[in-house]
Every structure is written in C-alpha cells, then in structure tokens.
C-alpha cells in the first residue's frame, strides 16, 4: 500500500494541489515585508504560513518547491480594482448604496487570471464613481477557476464606495462625457456633493434611531411594529456604527477636507480616501484623523482635478504618518504593481520594505485584513508570490502565486499548456468555418433573403 | 559666531554659484569625464569622458585631452547615456486633455496633411519638465483625428521656441489608416430586421474612407504634375503642396494601423503609393513580422504594458511581441502612448524594460528608445546615441535607465545643462515642508 501511495506522488504534484498538505518553499530570498528579508524556507500546511526562517525543517511527505535565486513575497493587494465584475456604476441615482458588487461578481473574467499573474492574490472591487455615495465593494482573492462565492474574501470588513468631485458633477452637467444621461442629476457642484452627503447620512441617523426605538420597545416588552428595512439606509447606518469602511474617491485637497469634516460631524471614520491625488497638500490632516490613502504612482493632467498629481504623494503622506496603498484602478496596471511600488522610492525615497508595504501589509490594514494576509507570518494564510528577480526590478517576472497554499499561478504550467490550447482553438474555428462552408453551399430559401442582407433595407 | 556664520554661507553661495553656472550655460564646451559611458552605437566604456562643443558631441573616449576653457563635469561612479526619445506622444498638444480648451490635438476634417504639430505644441508646458526629469530628450509630437491627421514633429524637450526644440520639423505626415470601427461589440451583434446593422454601417464608412483615401492620394500626384507641368490657371492648393514631400519619398507616411487586417492593408497602401511607411501602434505587427521585414517597415510599438489584444492571447503577449520582432529582423522604437500613460511619457523606459524579461536582449530595448527611434525618424546621424558629431542630448544616472530606483542626475540636450526640476518636484518640496 504505502509502496502505491509512493509511486503516485509525482503524478500528484504535477497538478495543482489542494490545500490540505504541506508544501515547503525553499533557497529563496524571503521578503516577509513586516520581518525583515533573508535567505531561507517558507513552511505551509493547510493553506497557512506555519513558518517562515531561515533553517526550516522539512516534514516527511512535503512537497518542496526549490526557488533557488528567486523572490518570494507576500501575496500582492491591489486596494482599487474593477476586474471580475459585470457592472460598475449604478448612475441614475444619487445614492446607490441598496447595490454591491456581491450581486454582480463575475469570476470567468480573465483579468482575474492576468491579475494573478502579476502576482495579486487579494483585490478590493468597488463600485464606480457616479455618485456622491456609491455601491457596496466586495473584497475578493483571485482564486481563478473557483465559482464567485469561492472569490470572496470571507470575514473581510464589509466596504462601500463614496466619490466626490468631478466624476459625480458630470453627471450633473450637461453634454457630459460618459455616456448618455437621459437627464441632469443632482449634484453638479462640489456644494452639492456635500449636501447629498450629509442629507443620506441624516436620513440614515433617523432610520437608525427608528431601530433604536423599536429595539428599546421590545426589550421593554412593549407592543412595537418594526420599522420598514431600507435597503439604502442599511449600509449608511453600519457606516454611522464602524461596521462598513468606507473607501471615498476623491482628488482635491478641499473636498478630502470637505468629507473628513463630514465624517466628524456624523461620528465616523474615513477608512480610506481612494486616488487622494492631492492628499499630500493635507497630509497632516488626514494623519489626525487617522484615515488611510490609497493612490496611483504617478498618473496625472488626465483631468482638471488631477493637475496637481505628483508621483511624491505616496512618499509624502508616508513620511507625515499616513497608512498609504498604491492601487491599480485597472486590470492593465494590477499586473505590475510591484514596479508601480519601485517609483514610490524614485519619487521621494521610500526604502524597499517602505515601497513594498504600499502594495502588501498597508493595503491589507486599509481594509481591515492584516490579521490574514500582507506579509509573511506564521499563522497569515499562505498568499505569496515568487519572482525571478528582486520584485521591485523592472526585469522582474511573475513565476508562482499561491493562495491559502494552493499554486494558482505557475508560468512553467501555463507555458506547457499553450501548444495545447491554440490547438483547440484552432479546431474550434476550423469547425466553425466548415459549418459555414456547408451551410453557404445550401440554396437559400427566398423569404429568408431579406434578412440574410440588412444592408439593402432601410 | 559671526565666523561660525559665514563659513556655511560660502558654501552656499558656491553651490548657488555652481548651480546658476549649470543652468545659464549655453552650448558652450563641457567636458564630461570619470563616468561609465554607454554610447549603445558601440560596447560600455569604462571611466571614459565626453567632450561637448557648440551642442554636439566632440569628442568620446578613454582619454580626452582637457580643452581650454572647458567646464569639467566630475562624474565618478556615475553613468552616461544618450538621452531616449519617446516616438508616440503629445506632449505640448495637449495640457489637460479633459479640457477642451487644453487640447489641440486634432481639428475638423478627413484629409489635414497641411496642419503641423509644430505650429501647436506649447514649448512652456508642463508636461516637457516633468517628462525629461525621466531622461527624455526628444519625442515625436503628432496631431490626431481623420484620416491624414497632419504633420508630425520630432523635437529636443528643451528650448524656448519651437525653433530651439525642432529636431525635424515636419518628421512624418501622419495617417490614421481607415478600419471597420463599431461603436462596441455589442452593437456590432446587434441586427435589428429592417435596419442596417452597426458591423455593416461601420464596413460602409470604410469602404468609403478608402475610396476617398485613394482618390486624395490620387488627386495630390496629380496635383504635383501639374505644379511641374507650371501651365496656366495652375492654383496653390495648401493641402496638395503638403502632400509634395511624402510622394516624392521625402517625408515618411506614420501610419496607424493596429491590427493584422489593417496593417496588411496599409503595407499594400505604401507599396502600391510608393510612400515611406512607419507603422505606428501596431499592435499586431507580430503577426505580419514576416511581411514588414520583407518590405523594410519599422513599427513604433504600441505600450508594451497593456492588456493582451485578445481575450485568449497568452497573458504576457504583450511583453513578448519586442521580442518576437527582434528575432524576426524587424526593427522597432518603443513609446509611450497608451491608456492611462498618453500623460505620462516620462514612463517610456518602463515599456522597453517590461520586454526584457520575455525575450528581449537588454541591449535592444535600450538601443529601441534611444538609436533606433533616431534611425526610424531619419535622424540616425544626428540623435540616438553617444558618437561624435551627434547632438550633444545625454543623460547622466547612478544606474540602468530602465529601472524605475535609478535617478537620473543631470541631462544636457544640445550640449547645454538642462534643469531638471519641474512641477512635480517643486509641489513635492513645498508640502513636504508644510
């Protein structure tokens, strides 16, 4: 029997394990991020980073993977992504947040897969920027080939979209650039952006106060008939009570001051200003309130509020004590957010483990998740990625991604698989154009012709 | 304590002395020298200096002999390379594209071959500082829209004029090859009985683009006839005069064609024209690499950091294709324009190095920002590497360019220092200090 087990091994570990095993990753350069960086072993057992050192012992029965001359880093965390969801902006009103990407989560999107391969295990999905208040996000890992409840992130901190400035105007202005309105939409001035704020917070205060009261009733065990849910309401009242972060798109210096005043007025916290692209004019001010900023590298002049970008405002808000991620905002620039991370030491110095924890262990606290993921420590679910080179090298290629342990990501793999699947596709469309070739040769009856060429009729 | 005062003060005022110097020289003589110079034309080398005269390169070499009155440039541990050039941009076109009163990329009409880039471009725009503090010394400039958009303009990013900055001005006449273009694929499916379907629409415009392409391109040679045959009634047509320098294989067409259909359309154009063709944007030229060698073709590449072309490429497509064009002999420029990076050109070395990793030789994606996009614009004796004669256009790092941790320390376009502070610099020193 054990003789059987033996000989299956091989054949075991070349495919794409489950997690209940252990698996050790060895001769690599570990860049825990949050433990400083060394030669030596990473142990996994049951999808978990069970130690991570320099002399790591290996049990009988792992399966070893030799990264000799690579990198392994934790798992990266894009903080700001629309990948794997079939739509992003509910628009027509002002107030969206009765909608979520829960609702929307589409795993067979590739850029799930293209993601992973640029090394990104967890990614927070959000609802576009439309609306003063906007969509519920979802948090995922880029468990690719796993159905949308296997993407969730399960016991991540429940999020929701807020933006304000120029995005949610335009759909206030007319002859607006993206898409057709059918009509103008409340707001069109950063004024207005703030009242709409403020007017579904307030109405969220009175639909909470509504609960309060019943609940009081019934732990007085007096009659009471519950309020009516409010779908709208419900999120805003978790945000009121700290159980959903709120993740506001915002540029200018003034509207970031504007929705942190909001925040106090209303007792809660920003978790996160998104994009921030001049939060480093009111760094002082965000680091008092304690927010975090998630921000692009270096894009800017792409609009009028952008002007005033400068790739310094990571290293910036940084260095006066802000909690700050690099994000992506598009499923071309998640495949090298490491390099992303690199200009963050060009543009103001950040050291290497400064620069990294922008797009691992910083991300992971923005959104509530450090206890799980963002640097490699014994106990953190196994998401780590191996390059061939130093992660912040511009020549630095993508060669393994785990997730809870499991390899979803294997360059060599998906280098073998490729004769194999252009040869499918090809068969595909050969069979496609001889269906087409027979079907040409048949007479076509005469009703049909009219349709067969549209361009005629008019 | 007044002595204790001064001291730091002239040290101050030597900087400030030194510094003033830097930036007011002219093209004067400079030599360069203790650095590690890669002219890319030739192999690194080693603690070699550069001699820089009247905004070219004078001489380069182990051992240069001190001219008199030259300013030497100390340059230990430090590197020299020719500064790189971006082959697809907009740079002083366009401020703040959101903004329609920023941008003056493109203009109404199909056929526009008489309007220049040139004309337009802001030599005080913001984007010229910010993009040569990444060691960008010339880019391509061109005008959009229609189907010949205009004139191209190859230019140094310094100067106060366009007359300073032009390297050549017109450096190609560009066009935007006709393609069946729906409004999305989804209007593309569509088929509403009764009515003309988007695909069909769009395959109409085309085919009508490309009569009326051919009928220009027709009616300009026979235009030039005429201005040769000098009879009488003969009238100045501006768009047609334009036209004179690409049909007598002067001024090179760039030509936009992305995909295989469309390029292949366009080589057949040029041959059949008997233009000059620079593919541009060609995204697909992977699959036509056989034909652009044939026909002596160079592409400017589209961003290597983009999203594959198709939803079933391999996900590193894109990285892969500079590689797959270098074994095929085709030669090839890296650039900029893209989604997300049109305002960030100053990210052109990230492109070329995005290649390395996926079959390209390092050495070929430095000489494709920098030689070969000087021999494809025909300025292969002027720009693009470190040879005496050439502009004096030269970078100075503490490293690879191409790696995003290197800093680029000083630059000299046409042999004079050039400031490398910019907006983004002076916003970073101004909040880092609040």
New interface residues.
């Given amino acids: 029997m054990k003789r059987f087990v033996l000989f299956l091994l091989p054949l075991l570990e070349a495919t794409l394990l489950p997690a209940a095993q252990t698996t050790v990753i060895r001769n690599a350069t570990v860049i825990t991020v949050t433990k400083g960086t060394f030669q030596g072993s990473i142990l996994i057992r049951d999808g978990k980073i069970v130690e991570a050192g320099e002399k790591v012992l290996v049990p009988d029965g792992a399966r070893v993977i030799d990264a000799g001359g690579q990198f392994v880093m934790p798992g990266i965390i894009d903080c700001h992504s629309h990948i794997a969801a079939d739509s992003i902006n509910e628009g027509a009103v002002a107030v969206s947040s009765m909608v979520g990407i829960e609702d929307v989560i589409n795993p067979d999107d590739?850029?799930i897969?293209?993601a992973l391969?640029g090394g990104v295990t967890t990614a927070n999905i959000l609802h576009g920027s439309a609306n003063p208040i906007g969509g519920k996000c979802q948090v995922m890992k880029m468990r690719w080939g796993k159905d949308a409840q296997g993407l969730i992130f399960e016991g991540a901190m429940p999020g929701i979209k807020f933006a304000l400035g120029e995005n949610v105007k335009r759909s206030g202005s007319p002859g607006n650039?993206f898409g057709a309105s059918p009509g103008l939409r409340y707001p069109a001035s950063r004024m207005g952006v703030e009242d709409v704020i403020r007017e579904a917070l307030t109405e969220a205060r009175a639909y909470q106060k509504e609960w309060r009261d019943y609940q009081a009733k019934v732990d007085r065990h007096e009659q009471a008939i519950p309020p009516r849910r409010d779908l709208k309401l419900e999120p805003l009242v978790e945000v009121l009570e700290g159980k959903r972060y709120v993740h506001a798109h915002c540029y200018r210096a003034d509207e970031i001051l504007m929705l942190l005043r909001v925040a106090d007025d209303f007792g809660f916290k920003i978790r996160t200003l998104q994009h921030g692209l001049e939060a480093?004019?009111v760094?002082?001010e965000i680091a008092a309130e304690g927010t975090g900023v998630s921000t692009f590298s270096?894009?800017?002049?792409?609009?009028?509020e952008?002007?005033?970008a400068?790739?310094?405002n990571a290293?910036?808000l940084v260095?006066k004590g802000v909690l700050v991620s690099l994000n992506s905002d598009?499923?071309?620039?998640m495949?090298?957010l490491n390099?992303e991370a690199?200009?963050a030491?060009?543009?103001?110095g950040l050291s290497e483990t400064e620069a990294l924890s922008l797009v691992t262990i910083n991300p992971a606290k923005q959104l509530g998740i450090e206890n799980r993921v963002g640097s490699i420590e014994p106990g953190k679910d196994a998401d780590l990625t191996i390059f061939?080179?130093h992660p912040?090298?511009?020549?630095?290629?993508v060669e393994k991604v785990f997730i809870d342990g499991d390899l979803y990501f294997d360059r060599e793999k998906?280098l073998e698989e490729?004769p194999g699947?252009e040869a499918r596709?090809k068969a595909l469309i050969d069979k496609e154009k001889a269906q087409e070739n027979k079907e040409r040769k048949k007479p076509e009856p005469a009703e049909d012709k009219k349709?067969e060429e549209?361009?005629g009729?008019? | 304590m007044k002595t204790r005062g001064e001291a730091p003060c002239a040290a101050c005022l030597a900087i400030f002395l030194s510094l003033a110097s830097l930036r007011a020289a002219g093209p004067d003589t400079i030599l360069l020298r203790g650095a590690t110079v890669h002219p890319v034309s030739g192999p690194d080398i080693a603690d070699a200096a550069v001699l820089m005269r009247d905004g070219k390169i004078a001489e380069v070499g182990p051992r240069i002999a001190v001219p008199k009155g030259a300013r030497i440039i100390e340059l230990k541990g430090l590197h020299v390379y020719p500064g790189m050039i971006d082959s697809d941009t907009e740079i002083g076109l366009t401020e703040i594209e959101a903004v329609r009163e920023m941008s003056d990329i493109s203009d109404i009409g199909l056929f526009k071959p008489q309007l220049r880039a040139a004309t337009a471009v802001n030599p005080a725009s913001e984007h010229i500082p910010v993009t040569r503090a990444n060691g960008i010394t010339s880019v391509i400039t061109s005008p959009g829209g229609g189907i010949v958009a205009g004139q191209s303009v190859l230019m140094h990013l310094s100067g106060w004029t366009m007359e300073d900055m032009a390297v050549r001005a017109p450096a190609a006449m560009r066009l935007e090859f006709p393609n069946i273009r729906t409004p999305n694929r989804f209007a593309a499916a569509a088929e509403t009985p009764g009515r003309t379907s988007a695909y069909a629409e769009a395959k109409k415009r085309y085919e009508q683009q490309m009569r009326d392409l051919n009928d220009f391109m027709e009616s300009a040679r026979r235009y030039r006839q005429a201005k040769a045959a000098a009879g009488t009634g003969f009238e100045t047509d501006l768009k047609f005069e334009a036209m004179i320098p690409v049909l007598d294989g002067e001024l090179p067409m760039l030509i936009r064609a992305e995909r295989e259909k469309t390029i292949k359309e366009a080589i057949a154009f040029a041959d059949k024209q008997k233009v000059h063709m620079i593919l541009e944007r060609g995204a697909e030229a992977w699959k036509v690499a056989a034909d652009l060698k044939a026909h002596n073709i160079p592409v400017i590449l589209p961003p290597t950091l983009r999203l594959p072309d198709e939803e079933d490429n391999p996900y590193d497509k894109p990285f892969s294709i500079p590689g797959e064009l270098f074994k095929a002999g085709v030669k090839f420029a890296f650039a900029s324009f893209g989604p997300g990076d049109e305002d960030n050109p100053r990210n052109l070395p990230y492109e070329a190095a995005a290649a390395v990793g996926f079959g390209l030789p390092p050495e070929e994606a430095l000489r494709a920002v920098t030689l070969y996009a000087a021999q494809i614009w025909g300025v292969g004796d002027e720009l693009g590497s470190i040879e005496k004669g050439k502009w004096a256009d030269l970078i100075v790092t503490d490293g690879d360019p191409l790696e995003t941790r290197t800093q680029i320390k000083q630059m000299f376009i046409k042999g004079a220092a050039v400031d490398l502070d910019n907006k983004h610099h002076r916003l970073y020193e101004k909040y880092l200090a609040r």
């Fill in positions: 590739i850029d897969y293209r391969a650039g480093y004019k760094a002082r270096d894009w800017w002049a792409y609009k009028a952008a002007f005033d400068i790739p310094y290293a910036i260095r598009s499923a071309e620039l495949r090298h390099t690199a200009k030491m060009k543009y103001g061939d080179k912040l090298s511009n020549y630095a290629k998906d490729r699947k596709k349709t549209p361009g009729a008019q």
